[in-house]
């Protein structure tokens, strides 16, 4: 069955960085669009960030923009997300996740549109 599997969570201090990767096996990558979002305890799971199947277009949460950057190598078959000057308020269990790619060029928010999900690795940040 399809696997996602995240890495590169932890605790960090305010202001820190941490790049999170997050490999896809069984699954044609190249005909996913990928995303990212997070969980924190008691809220609802949030979009975070979204890179389409060739990788040329992105969009992010107004939270973590021009802080955050998603890519991804579809040679290895995975994703990352590069987070800067990290606050408290990005703690969190951050997931990814993937859709088949279809003909939009606006990539899906919502993650009931997502149908694989990775296990998530949790990323807090100390104040």
């Known amino acids: 069955q399809v696997q996602l599997v995240e890495n590169g969570g932890g605790l960090v201090q305010a202001g820190d960085s941490l790049r999170l990767s997050c490999a896809a096996s069984r699954l044609t990558f190249s005909l996913y669009n990928m995303g990212w979002f997070r969980q924190a305890p008691g809220k609802e799971r949030e979009f975070v960030a979204g890179i389409r199947w060739a990788g040329g277009i992105t969009n992010y949460a107004d939270s973590v923009k021009g802080r955050f950057t998603i890519s991804r190598d579809n040679a290895k078959n995975t994703i990352f997300l590069e987070m800067n000057s990290l606050a408290p308020a990005d703690t969190a269990v951050y997931y990814c996740?993937?859709?088949?790619?279809?003909?939009?060029?606006?990539?899906?928010?919502?993650?009931?549109?997502?149908?694989?999900w990775g296990q998530g690795t949790q990323v807090t940040v100390s104040s």
């Open positions: 996740a993937a859709y088949m790619r279809d003909t939009g060029y606006t990539l899906k928010m919502n993650p009931s549109d997502y149908r694989y």
